[in-house]
């Protein structure tokens, strides 16, 4: 199984980025997606996760550092892509983005598979 995820990079606040990410290796429409991020000294977090058919999202909604509607997860069973569309970017999502094949759906979710290649967003003026 592979996961690579692209399109991270310099912008700065209140600006936006799409990530893709390319899987391979596995029934891709069989499986729940999501994205995770890691920013140093934090433990990897999901932020947001789309049903196998696509028919279901689910958005970090925590109070210090919502994404929801700022993030929105879609998917592309034809192409085997995962694409996360971030708009009004904060310094706080500055992080390594990763993208995973879930076990299961909420409340549980959980990885799949070993982390593939992440990518870097950093928001800074």
């Known amino acids: 199984e592979q996961l690579v995820a692209s399109g991270g990079g310099l912008v700065q606040p209140g600006g936006t980025l799409r990530l893709s990410c390319a899987a391979s290796?596995?029934?891709?429409?069989?499986?729940?997606m999501g994205w995770y991020r890691q920013s140093p000294g934090k433990e990897r977090e999901l932020v947001a996760g789309?049903?196998?058919?696509?028919?279901?999202?689910?958005?970090?909604?925590s109070s210090s550092d919502s994404v929801k509607g700022r993030f929105t997860i879609s998917r592309d069973n034809a192409k085997n892509r995962v694409y996360l569309e971030m708009n009004s970017l904060k310094p706080e999502d500055t992080a390594v983005y990763y993208c995973?094949?879930?076990?299961?759906?909420?409340?549980?979710?959980?990885?799949?598979?070993?982390w593939g290649q992440g990518t870097q967003v950093t928001v800074s003026s």
């Open positions: 995973m094949a879930l076990l299961a759906w909420a409340p549980s979710f959980g990885r799949l598979f070993d």
């Open positions: 789309i049903t196998a058919t696509g028919d279901s999202t689910y958005y970090k909604d």
């Open positions: 290796g596995f029934t891709f429409s069989a499986y729940h």
